[in-house]
């Protein structure tokens, strides 16, 4: 069983900057499609960012030109580069890493991003 811990979230005002890590307990880390979402309170939880396992990145359409997904498949590890944030952009932020639609994903616990005005 997979385990995802997140780490990196914290309290920063708007403009500032934050960078998310998403550490896997996997020796095939490079075969999955590692994905972050957040949720707000009294919201659904969305996707913001994925990379693939070659490297296919799709971002929201609120985050594009502000956020960057990267991995290191030879850390185990991905990562979420925020920057000139938004008080929108608080919550609660998941790793997520799938190998396909047919078996369930694994998530992190996810950690806090608070953006203030």
């Known amino acids: 069983q997979m385990q995802l811990v997140e780490s990196g979230g914290g309290l920063v005002q708007a403009g500032g900057s934050l960078r998310l890590s998403c550490a896997a307990s996997?020796?095939?880390?490079?075969?999955?499609?590692m994905g972050w979402y957040r949720q707000a309170p009294g919201t659904q939880r969305e996707l913001v960012a994925s990379?693939?396992?070659?490297?296919?990145?799709d971002y929201s359409d609120s985050v594009k030109g502000r956020f960057t997904i990267s991995r290191d498949n030879t850390k185990n590890t991905v990562y979420l580069q925020m920057n000139s944030l938004k008080p929108d952009d608080t919550g609660t932020y998941y790793c997520?890493?799938?190998?396909?639609?047919?078996?369930?994903?694994?998530w992190g616990r996810g950690t806090q991003v608070t953006v203030s005005s």
């Open positions: 997520n890493a799938r190998v396909n639609d047919l078996m369930p994903p694994y």
């Open positions: 996997t020796s095939i880390f490079s075969i999955y499609t």
């Open positions: 990379i693939s396992s070659r490297g296919d990145i």
